[in-house]
């Protein structure tokens, strides 16, 4: 014979011609390694060196599928996302009673013998000889390994997992001539620190470190005798001998492998008798995967992290090659989360909403000038149960949002606003804004056609005494609808549409913006994010940035994935956005949205209520933050949010100002304590001399009580009709504390009841 290699065992060229000379013999390889003899001729028409030169000598391992943590801004562990929980440790990190178990059990020669063990075949024919069928089979330790990077590398295509497991010659033959390659590249250490990381021990633990985790809730390395012989037992059957299920036979189990640990002289026959005395004590930490457990109500945004990986082609060329590389896990995602934000939007979404009521809301927050989502929950928790949802009501369609997102009212002025400012309009701007009107036409579009009223559509106010003419602050205080479409069609659809792409505007289920001039009333329908974020170019002086939730990526070697950044772009000049906040202060301050001005710090935004209050909104900001809130009803049947009981508490009538303000306030409030934010950059906008309301242009309304049509806020604050405020010029630069406009009494009896209780 040739000269022994080191560790023990015969050269590859010896093993090959062994494993040939047996094989040609009288079906012994077949009988030991466990398959039907009917296969023996078949192994003796193929058992030629030729044929086994054949097979590609090239074992290709793929890289083992492990845990991919996501983590916080700060760090903290979110979730835990894995197809196979797994966590690969080095040999030096797993007990040696572990390593002695595996060995004594599954081979005991393994430090003897090469790729083959003869004697164990051997041994395996008498056996399967005595027993009458294969009762034994003799894969070495090696070939086990082979096994398992096969059934690896079939990932979750059952079809390829048979194939990997059958028991056919082909794979008999295929799995030992790789095996020899793999003995004579990686000698035995590295070989059984690679088996007892790839290796399938039940209960959803692959890997040695994952499945001391789950079932003595310790590291690998900590491992005892006992505990060793039990995880080595289970892997001959891991659903037999699983010790949460069945402690007996788990037992009995772990007894054998004590015994042969003896019998291999791994332990003496006294410290096996001693181990085998101990009860089988289990500390199993139940398997934590997905973003069904994250912490902090993280669930959607865990799921939020998922689709921006998933989507964007920083991570590979098509979604199939992004998604084998999140399969692929070992990823350390940091994320953009906010620990505070996150706490404070959770804190006030329970103190207003109930999990189990009727309507649902959420809350997503976001950061001027970065794009990075600070916040995202919502009251109706991730997961499958009652009142569990998976779908993310904060986001678009295809980031697993709902199907169409939500109209959002009157939270869509700001956009025309700023679109006609930047075409030269100017803030004193006065509309005759009736009381109601037929929709203008013709008006012109971007591709040049022309919107036709043929079907007499007629906007209308929210109140019968909403009733012109108004000036630009006023009318976008008191969310004055038919003010807007006037706008819309004194500077055309164009501007509008041309804007809100700017901002990032686009409805949720990925369609085109709706060209028609009802998008002044918020007919559209969007998403939590998609508000943030346009308001945040406001906070951010006219600069747009597109949002992100990744921080950084590390892969399973620590080494940093590249990771796309937010790209920031000027949407409107810097006096436009401006303007802006000086009017949407105004809403804050003495308009429909009062109830969410903050009174620690500058705070701007806009209330929205539409047709039938499904929806509710309040969108709103600070220099250093921007967030939205949506109520209604997030399933396919809408609720009308009138005579209803949220949170506990009676609402005759839901407006954007009533429920959503209060719970931005709460949950910015929260996000911002202990942080600073510097003022606005305000503008002065002079209140122009505009008569009082009237009839003026008014049609005779059929229905004037009608509740809650597009656009119409239904909260009462600002000044009544078309009342001037003389004096009002509003606060210049960025460090007056004082409101923009004077404080007015407003009459209680305007408007209608905020929250059944309140009209305030």
């Known amino acids: 014979m040739g000269k022994k290699r080191s560790g023990g065992g015969l050269t590859g060229s010896q093993q090959a011609a062994k494993f040939l000379g047996v094989s040609v013999l009288s079906g012994v390889v077949l009988a030991g390694m466990a398959i039907p003899a009917a296969g023996a001729l078949g192994l003796a028409a193929k058992g030629t060196v030729e044929g086994f030169d054949e097979i590609p000598a090239n074992l ?125 590249e990686l000698g035995k250490k590295k070989i059984l620190e690679n088996y007892l990381n790839i290796t399938y021990f039940g209960q959803q ?72 005395a101990k009860p089988l004590t289990l500390k199993v930490t139940k398997p934590k995967n997905g973003c069904i457990t994250a912490v902090k109500g993280a669930g959607f945004f865990c799921d939020y992290v998922r689709n921006s990986f998933l989507t964007d082609a920083a991570f590979g060329k098509t979604r199939e090659e992004r998604a084998k590389v999140w399969n692929q896990g070992g990823l350390t995602v940091r994320t953009t989360l906010d620990p505070q934000s996150q706490d404070a939007a959770n804190e006030s979404i329970k103190d207003h909403v109930y999990q189990d009521d009727a309507i649902a809301t959420a809350v997503t927050l976001v950061q001027p000038g970065t794009g990075r989502v600070l916040a995202m929950g919502q009251s109706k928790p991730y997961g499958f149960g009652k009142n ?84 630009l602050r006023t009318a976008m205080e008191k969310s004055i609808n038919t003010y807007f479409v006037e706008m819309i069609s004194e500077i055309g659809l164009c501007p509008v549409s041309e804007m809100a792409q700017k901002l990032g505007v686009v409805p949720a289920s990925g369609a085109k ?32 940035c597109t949002p992100v939730a990744i921080e950084s990526i590390t892969d399973a070697h620590g080494k940093a994935l590249s990771v796309p950044k937010s790209k920031c772009e000027r949407a409107m000049s810097q006096n ?49 933050m921007s967030g939205a809130v949506w109520v209604g009803s997030g399933g396919a049947k809408k609720i009308t949010m009138e005579n209803i009981v949220i949170g506990g508490k009676p609402f005759d009538k839901v407006f954007g100002g009533g429920l959503p303000g209060p719970i931005w306030k709460d949950a910015v409030s929260g996000a911002l304590s202990g942080r600073e934010s510097s003022n606005f950059t305000t503008v002065g906008i002079p209140e122009p001399n505009v008569p009082s309301g009237g009839p003026r242009g008014t049609k005779p309304s059929t229905n004037p009580s009608k509740p809650g049509k597009p656009g119409g806020d239904g909260k009462p604050g600002g000044r009544p009709g078309g009342q001037t ?36």
């Not at 809730?217 to 006992?226: F, V, Y």
């Not at 075409?423 to 591709?447: F, L």
């Not at 002044?520 to 508000?531: I, V």
């Not at 004096?727 to 504390?737: L, V």
């Open 513 to 544: 913006l709706a060209d028609g001039p009802a998008i002044a009333l918020g007919a559209e329908e969007m998403s939590p994010l998609t508000m943030a974020n346009a308001y945040a170019t406001f906070a951010n002086r006219g600069v747009y």
């Open 388 to 471: 569990e949802t998976q779908i993310n009501y904060s986001v678009d369609k295809r980031m697993g949002g709902s199907n169409f997102g939500f109209q959002v009212g009157s939270t869509f002025k700001p956009f025309i606003a700023a679109a006609a400012l930047e075409k030269g309009m100017p803030p004193t701007k006065v509309y005759q804004a009736p009381n109601k009107m037929d929709y203008p036409s013709p008006i012109s579009r971007c591709d040049g056609s022309q919107y036709i009223n043929t079907s007499r559509e007629e906007a209308e106010n929210e109140t019968e005494d909403e009733v012109g003419p108004y000036a």
């Open 725 to 760: 405020a003389a004096g009002a010029n509003g606060a210049t630069g960025g460090g007056d504390p004082q409101p923009p406009f004077p404080p007015i009494s407003i009459d209680p009896n305007i408007g209608g009841v905020v929250g059944g209780r309140d009209n305030q």
């Open 60 to 184: 290709k391992t793929p890289p083992l599928s492990q845990r991919t943590t996501i983590l916080d801004a700060e760090g903290g562990l979110i979730a835990t996302i894995y197809s196979r929980d797994r966590q690969v440790v080095p040999l030096t990190a797993i007990s040696p009673y572990m390593q002695k178990a595996i060995v004594a059990i599954e081979d005991s020669r393994f430090y003897e013998h090469g790729a083959v063990d003869l004697k164990g075949i051997l041994r395996a024919v008498n056996r399967n000889a005595q027993e009458g069928g294969a009762a034994q089979g003799a894969s070495t330790l090696t070939q086990q390994y082979v096994k398992n990077v096969f059934v690896e590398e079939a990932g979750d295509d059952e079809t390829k997992v048979r194939e990997a497991q059958e028991k056919s010659l082909g794979r008999k033959i295929r799995e030992l001539k790789y095996s020899i390659q793999v003995e004579e």
């Open 205 to 276: 633990a692959y890997g040695i470190e994952s499945a001391a985790q789950r079932y003595f809730s310790k590291p690998a390395k900590d491992l005892t005798l006992e505990e060793s012989a039990m995880l080595a037992g289970v892997v001959q059957s891991p659903s037999r001998y699983d010790p949460v299920n069945d402690t007996q036979e788990a037992t009995k189990r772990r007894n054998i492998v004590l015994q042969r640990m003896a019998d291999t002289k791994d332990v003496s026959q006294a410290e096996a008798d001693a181990a085998k």
């Open 576 to 624: 436009t956005a401006d303007t802006i906040n000086t009017l949407l202060r105004g809403v804050v301050d003495s308009g429909t949205g009062e109830r969410a001005g903050l009174s620690d710090r500058d705070s701007a935004g806009k209330t929205g209520t539409t047709d039938s209050r499904y929806n509710a909104w309040f969108v709103g900001y600070t220099s250093n």
